[in-house]
């Protein structure tokens, strides 16, 4: 059973593990995903206008009155937008109200107008009266007439009162119907959404059923098949788009007004996550589209629309002046997964409606300051064509007229119909850039300067009226054209989305990159991902278990022969690998798969099976430490425990450094001492020196007598062995001053221990050697035969116990202080090498230690350019500061001598040690 239990436990990980693909765990990772890859690209023509917290504080408590609206689309598309979308829901109907500017202006001019022409004509009768000629016979007819007159008056002011109040939805349909291509919202209605009790339920018992469904008797069901539902839809095999049993469109005033309409439901995830939406639902076999879907259909063209399940296709789209297919992967829902921006919802590319709403104020303002010139005389002496306000009141009854019948327009009359004989939208804007242009001629053509011209300017009271209310006009225009100007620039050719972001508004949500996210942003970035034909998809559940399956059952077969450490690290290993491929399969196809399956199911069946092989490495192991404690290195023993192989035979090539250490005089030294005292002596001194080895990381390959011979870099790699090792050497010294302040301490005329150590860096052989039966760790080469030979070197120069090679030299940085000696021929070795004597840290060193090594260089560079006699001044230099240093004399005699006979021409300063 044993030997199967590596396919057993990655099958029941698998199995196991595929339960959480109940949850949401893998939501949570597809988020994380998302960061990982580009941004959603933004096309600048979409536009978000927000109902926000400055709109509010304006106007008011929303929703508003819906002709504030309505005006703001009508002036949105002067600007120049090509679409409109409102994500504002319209199901009510609204009641009349007051318009409080016709009140307040309009209205008490009709009613003074009317009034003054009853007051003319009873007075004119009255004084034909008086002067006679009326007489009694005449006075039935003039009777007659007045009262005829006061009818028509009674009549015209019934009229005008009427105007009072204001259908603001035929004033809003109007608007939308002016603009063209508007559109407004739906909501299809699930089996779920049905509330108990709700008026508009039937009882499904009175048409044979047996659960309630939704009561669609209050809606014009054939006009919104005909009108509002998709036509140009192919089906083939689609099972996966929501079949709804109802759909609750705007009021019929509005929705017959616009160009479509479109659903807005977008239900977040169980984690109350928005991550996708449909772009088709369907009802009673036909089929409906998504809010920003709808328009951009006619911004594509209106390409046929292929539905498959796992596809949306449109067929022949018009997209950046080129005809193509646009592919929008559906997921394994039917859904759309969206792509947001990773960005805040406030960097997204929008505006205030504010600055739409409040150019009705500015302009009214404006209007009504052109009206009271006007009626104050002002244009008298204007001839540079018809006055501003002849051009606003054509505009505004062109307004009337295209309310009715639509941007389409209609036969128009002269002077108000465009090149082709109709009245459109256009005719409309070419009427009110001629009102602006008028009202800048009026402003700031000169024609203020005109007008003053002919008032005396002695009267000054009315002069300044007039500058003033020139003033005054022209200040408010220069706002209004600013507005303007600025909605122009950001609004011209956009798809608008109207929608809510304000503070007191519940219509907001949560996405991957910002809590209390405002919904209209999903309608934005579905119109921007379609734009950009950038679409994500993801993989079947099976899938994500497949691959499970896959890497389980791998690491199972992969493990089962390796011990722990590498078995976790190659387990480690394939989690990482896992999720890296499978984020980079999402980086490159846009396609998620599952990753929660994969890397649980991997991360049981590691964890499982290192249990299980645990408690059987455990023993093993424990016998090996047991076993050869008593006589290898614990880092010798570690590694044997990672890799039993390495009790074979053999050994590898390694660069390495080795120390050769031995105390001066040991034999003289003992022999004055009783063996047990020698022997308590010799085990301090061994005890003290390998702790330094072992604390440097070093491994001790044997002990010869009162010798240590020590290796830096195996078993275990490390780039630093020289450093490690002249570490090595300096602490010995230092543990050696110690010790003999011990034995001072003890016999004041004990002799001192001192211990000659040599080091040298090269290639080395390290491995067991010996026997099958009888092996010991240990190093060998020409490089560890050098380090042995320079240990010898220090009796020879009489250093003070440290010679290095060049080879370590070379390895050491600036950490030491060392000191050059000479190039020498050691026994055995025919090439010469430069040797150097360590004589301590740098960080230990003093100033003047420091200074005695330049001076020492110096000197040494003189000597072996052959210039004796200054080399032998400055050795007598530096034997005056430092009698203590024992390599002065050697150099000082030598200099000397070859000032009585100068060595040979061909000298090269290199020196044959001829003794070991």
């Known amino acids: 059973m044993k030997k199967h239990l590596f396919i057993v436990v990655p099958v029941l990980a698998v199995l196991m593990c595929s339960l959480l693909l109940l949850t949401t765990l893998d939501h949570r990772v597809y988020d994380l995903f998302l960061r990982a890859i580009p941004t959603l690209t933004e096309d600048d023509s979409v536009l978000i206008i927000k109902v926000d917290d400055e709109a509010i504080e304006n106007v008011g408590l929303f929703p508003w009155p819906r002709d504030i609206l309505a005006d703001a689309i009508v002036f949105l598309r002067e600007m120049g937008a090509d679409t409109v979308v409102f994500d504002l829901s319209y199901l009510d109907n609204s009641p009349a109200t007051v318009d409080p500017r016709y009140v307040a202006e309009e209205l008490p001019r009709y009613l003074e107008y009317s009034f003054g022409e009853i007051d003319a004509s009873i007075g004119q009768v009255m004084d034909a009266v008086a002067a006679g000629f009326i007489g009694p016979d005449d006075a039935d007819l003039y009777k007659e007439q007045i009262l005829e007159l006061n009818s028509s008056i009674k009549e015209s002011l019934g009229l005008r009162i009427s105007h009072v109040t204001r259908d603001v939805d035929a004033y809003f349909a109007g608007a939308l119907r002016l603009f063209g291509a508007s559109y407004l919202t739906l909501t299809m209605v699930d089996q779920d959404d049905l509330i108990v009790a709700s008026p508009l339920l039937i009882e499904m018992d009175e048409i044979g059923g047996e659960e309630p469904a939704f009561d669609m008797s209050f809606y014009d069901i054939d006009w ?48 109350g996550y928005r991550r ?15 809010l920003a879907f709808v328009p951009l259909l006619e911004v594509l063209g209106n390409p046929a629309i292929e539905v498959t399940n796992s596809s949306i296709t449109l067929r022949d789209a018009h997209l950046d002046g080129t005809t193509q297919d646009i592919r929008i992967p559906r997921a394994e829902d039917g859904s759309v997964l969206v792509k947001w921006p990773k960005q805040q919802f406030r960097e997204y590319n929008q505006i205030s409606s504010w600055q739409l709403i409040r150019n009705t104020s500015q302009e009214a303002r404006f209007v009504r300051n052109l009206e ?52 459109n939208f256009e005719v409309y804007r070419e009427q009110r850039d001629e009102f602006f242009q008028a009202a800048d001629r009026l402003l700031n053509g000169g024609y203020e300067e005109l007008l003053l011209s002919y008032i ?61 996210f405002p919904n209209v942003g999903i309608h934005y970035t579905l119109a921007n991902m379609i734009l950009s034909q950038e679409f994500l998809d993801d993989a079947p559940p099976s899938v994500s278990v ?45 396609r998620y798969i599952g990753v929660v399956v994969p890397f649980t199911s991997v991360s049981v069946s590691f964890l499982t099976l290192s249990v299980v092989t645990f408690f059987d490495t455990i023993r093993e192991k424990s016998f090996l430490r047991s076993a050869f404690s008593r006589y290898l290195s614990p880092a010798v023993i570690s590694e044997i425990i990672a890799d039993p192989s390495k009790l074979n035979l053999g050994g590898e090539k390694r660069e390495m450094t080795a120390i050769f250490t031995d105390i001066r005089g040991f034999s003289t030294f003992a022999e004055g001492l009783d063996p047990a005292d020698l022997v308590g002596l010799l085990n301090m001194y061994l005890t003290e020196m390998s702790n330094i080895v072992l604390e440097n990381l070093g491994t001790i390959d044997k002990y010869e007598g009162d010798a240590i011979i020590a290796f830096f870099g195996a078993p275990i790699h490390m780039p630093d062995h020289a450093v490690r090792a002249c570490r090595t050497a300096i602490g010995m010294k230092q543990a050696e001053k110690a010790l ?10 004990a002799t001192e221990i001192f211990t000659r150590i040599g080091i040298n860096t090269g290639d080395m052989v ?9 092996m010991d760790y240990t190093i060998m080469g020409n490089a560890v035969n050098l380090a042995a030979r320079l240990e010898g070197v220090n009796k020879q120069y009489n250093t003070g116990g440290i010679v290095i090679s060049e080879h370590t030299r070379a390895q050491l940085g600036d950490e030491f202080l060392v000191r050059r000696l000479d190039r020498v021929r050691v026994v055995g070795v025919s090439t010469p090498l430069r040797i150097y004597e360590l004589l301590a840290r740098i960080r230990n060193a003093s100033a003047e230690e420091v200074a005695l090594v330049e001076t020492w260089e110096s000197a040494l560079d003189l000597y072996e350019a052959r210039e004796f006699e200054k080399a032998c001044s400055m050795f007598e230099e530096l034997a005056r500061k430092d009698a203590s240093d024992t390599v002065v004399p050697l150099y000082l005699e030598r200099c000397k001598e070859f000032l009585q006979q100068q060595p040979a021409a061909d000298w090269d300063g290199v020196f044959s040690l001829v003794r070991k």
């Open 224 to 271: 919104l098949k005909e009108n509002i539902a998709l036509h140009n839809v192919t089906a083939m095999n689609d099972t996966r788009t929501p079949e709804q049993i109802g759909i609750i469109p705007a009021i019929e005033t509005l929705l017959k007004a616009t160009h479509g309409a479109g659903f807005v439901n977008a239900q977040p995830d169980a984690d």
């Open 276 to 290: 996708r939406l449909h772009l088709l639902m369907k009802y009673d076999g036909q089929y409906y589209g998504q």
């Open 372 to 423: 009271a010139m006007e009626e104050s005389g002002f244009f008298g002496y204007w001839d540079d064509g018809p006055p501003p306000l002849v051009y606003y009141d054509n505009a505004e009854y062109l307004k009337e007229l295209l309310f009715e019948v639509g941007d389409a327009g209609q036969p128009g009359e002269d002077g108000h119909a465009g090149q082709d004989g109709r009245v």
């Open 456 to 516: 005396d300017p002695a009267d000054t009271e009315i002069v300044e009226y007039v500058s003033e209310f020139f003033e005054v006009t022209r200040r408010q225009f220069n706002e209004l054209m600013g507005n303007r100007e600025e909605v122009a620039r950001q609004t011209a050719g956009t798809f608008a989305i109207i929608g809510v972001d304000a503070t007191s508004m519940t219509d907001q949500g949560l996405t991957t990159f910002q809590e209390r």
């Open 546 to 590: 497949i691959v499970a399956l896959v890497l389980a059952l791998s690491l199972g077969v992969f493990i089962k022969n390796l011990d722990t450490k590498r078995s976790m690290l190659a387990g480690f290993a394939l989690l990482l690998v896992s999720v890296l491929a499978l984020l980079g399969y999402f980086m490159l196809t846009r």
């Open 740 to 749: 003999n302040a011990r034995l001072r301490e003890e016999d004041p005329n």
């Open 766 to 774: 390290v491995g067991n050697m010996g026997t099958p039966t009888k």
